[in-house]
């Protein structure tokens, strides 16, 4: 089991919260930072404050002179680099990741790209659609069903499971309703997996435990992943030992390819003892149906512990 410890955030430092935001996962944000918040407030961080972020963002962070952020944020201007620029610019130390691991991660294509340069980690066949491009040109080399995504989405927004050909161009369109650019991949008829990566009291990065998530509906979208009841999770998950440890090792070493600090979750799908690597999450969920916060309390790291953990994150220049 992981000590977490308070040893460098004085109990007295005014924290700003950093929650809801301008992104399509507000509404989720908002119960993220609710609970961050109240977990600081009982670990003794009496000055935390809940911050919710607008454009006058910059703003409200200079006339409340905080001492550090807590990043509640989810999505677009939230974890995709530009709150984390901001926080840069004002000298207001943060958790979790920096702005170039922030950025990079938002987008599945370019976080595919640069854990492509590591070759124990694997990742589905896909095809990159920019914004003009033929998308049946584009996929006429993978194999149906397929599974299309805005590159800068969370929560399971414009993605679609295409079965046939035919229904390809409609999938595309919806899409592109989040991005101009979409990722295709073929889709991996496994089971969907999760591991939570942190970092321990000398900034070591360490695996969670991982999370089985079987979901009520065909696939993990956002009413599986946000309503109480649609969806089993199962942790630790139903591997064996050496599958176990094989899965947390690629879960590192994809936050360590992409530079990751702090906090991450490494979303999997399982086939035939094979963890393909779908995306790295830099702002989990922090809510009471959030993967994250199961995963750790199943090896031994409660709610509050784990807000603190991530609170240890603080820093500049990631």
Same mark, same amino acid.
């Given at each position: 089991?992981?000590?977490i410890?308070n040893?460098? #955030?004085?109990k007295?430092?005014?924290? /700003? *919260? ?8 507000a509404?989720?944000s908002?119960?993220s930072?609710k609970?961050?918040?109240e977990?600081?407030k009982?670990l ?8 919710v972020v607008?454009k006058?963002?910059s703003e ?8 550090y952020a !807590?990043n509640a944020?989810?999505?677009?201007y939230?974890e995709d ?6 926080l840069e +610019?004002?000298? +207001?130390?943060?958790t979790?990741c920096g702005v ?9 294509e !370019?976080?595919?790209r #640069?854990?492509? =340069?590591?070759?124990? +980690?694997?990742?589905?066949k896909?095809?990159? *659609? ?6 049946m040109?584009k996929t006429k080399?993978? =194999?149906?069903p397929?599974?299309?995504?805005p590159v800068?989405?969370?929560?399971s927004?414009?993605?679609?499971k295409?079965?046939k050909?035919?229904d390809?161009?409609? /999938? ?8 101009d650019?979409?990722? #295709?991949?073929e !889709?991996?008829?496994? !089971?969907?997996?999760?591991v939570?990566?942190?970092e321990?009291?000398d ?5 969670t435990? +991982?999370?089985e998530?079987r979901p009520?509906?065909e696939w993990y979208d956002y009413?599986a992943?946000y309503?109480?009841?649609m969806?089993?999770?199962i942790v630790p998950a139903n591997?064996s ?5 094989h899965v947390?090792?690629i879960?590192v070493?994809a ?8 906090v991450?979750r490494i979303?999997?799908m399982?086939?035939d003892n094979?963890?393909?690597v779908?995306?790295?999450? =830099?702002?989990p969920?922090m809510?009471a =149906?959030s993967?994250?916060?199961a995963?750790s309390a199943v090896m031994?790291?409660d709610y509050?512990?784990?807000v603190?953990a #991530?609170l240890n994150?603080?820093g500049?220049?990631k």
């Open positions: 089991m992981q000590e410890k040893d460098k #955030i004085s007295d430092a005014k924290i /700003a *919260v950093l929650c809801g935001g301008m992104s399509s996962e509404e989720i908002m119960r930072g609970g961050c918040y977990a600081l009982r003794g961080f009496n000055n935390a404050q809940l911050v607008d006058n963002i409200t962070l200079q006339e409340g002179a905080y001492d !807590f944020l989810h999505g677009k939230g680099g530009c709150i984390q620029g901001v +610019i004002l000298r +207001i130390p943060y979790g170039m691991a922030s950025s990079l991660c938002m987008n599945k !370019f976080t595919k #640069i854990l492509s =340069t590591c070759p124990d +980690i694997p990742m589905a896909s095809a990159f *659609v920019r914004k003009g491009e033929d998308v040109d080399d993978l =194999t149906y397929l599974f299309t995504k800068c989405e969370g929560s927004f414009g993605m679609t295409v079965d050909k035919e390809l161009k409609a /999938a595309y369109e919806e899409a592109v309703k989040y991005n650019d979409v990722l #295709i991949e !889709f991996i008829d496994g !089971f969907f997996v999760t939570g990566v942190l321990d009291n900034g070591k990065p360490f695996a435990e +991982i999370l998530i009520k509906n009413e992943k309503t109480n009841g969806s089993e999770f591997l030992k050496e599958v176990t440890a947390k090792e879960a070493k936050f360590e390819t992409a530079g990751c600090r702090g991450s979303d999997f399982m086939k094979i963890p393909y779908l995306e790295i999450n =830099t702002s969920g809510t =149906t993967d994250l916060p995963q031994g790291i509050d512990h784990l603190l #991530i994150s603080v500049l220049n």
